[in-house]
């Protein structure tokens, strides 16, 4: 699987430790998930600002967020089906605002690396096609991503 991690903010020191906890975290999230070895996935991290825009643009949220999923794998109409096993699968893109994490693992009193962990956990299980539009969905999610923290050691 490729992942391709791409840091564009300049707020927050993005370290290599960073780097590998969202590696990390999207390996444990495929693996539970059966996903195969032809995959790509990628992952912008950026500040406020620029996912404001995102969450503006995308959704009609007009506020700053922490994660944006992205998903290749979702069919339209008038989309081609991707066929053959040799061709990379793109899963897509994860947007993470750090400055956003930071804020919240102050808030929930807990590290900013986890913080991230959970955020790349949450936007990979989007992009796997789960979300959290009613308590069912929320619960199911809830739990994988709780499975995915303790895989990676950033449980509560």
């Given at each position: 699987?490729?992942?391709?991690?791409t840091n564009e903010q300049e707020k927050i020191e993005f370290t290599d430790g960073m780097r590998e906890i969202v590696e990390n975290v999207i390996t444990a999230a495929?693996?539970?998930?059966?996903i195969e070895e032809n995959c790509e996935?990628?992952?912008?991290?950026?500040?406020?600002?620029?996912?404001?825009?995102?969450?503006?643009?995308?959704?009609?949220?007009?506020?700053?967020?922490d994660v944006l999923s992205f998903a290749m794998n979702e069919s339209?109409?008038?989309?081609?089906?991707?066929?053959g096993k040799e061709e990379i699968n793109i899963l897509g893109d994860i947007v993470i605002s750090l400055e956003k994490a930071a804020e919240q693992s102050k808030e929930y009193g807990h590290t900013l690396e986890r913080e991230l962990g959970y955020l790349t956990a949450h936007g990979m299980?989007?992009?796997?096609?789960?979300?959290?539009?009613?308590?069912?969905?929320?619960?199911?999610?809830?739990?994988?991503?709780?499975?995915?923290?303790?895989?990676?050691?950033?449980?509560?």
């Open positions: 699987m490729e992942i391709v991690i495929a693996g539970m998930e059966g996935i990628s992952v912008l991290i950026t500040d406020n600002i620029f996912i404001h825009k995102l969450n503006l643009d995308y959704r009609g949220q007009d506020k700053p967020t339209g109409e008038d989309e081609p089906d991707f066929l299980l989007h992009l796997l096609g789960y979300d959290h539009k009613n308590e069912e969905e929320r619960r199911i999610m809830r739990d994988k991503e709780e499975k995915i923290m303790s895989a990676v050691n950033l449980e509560r």
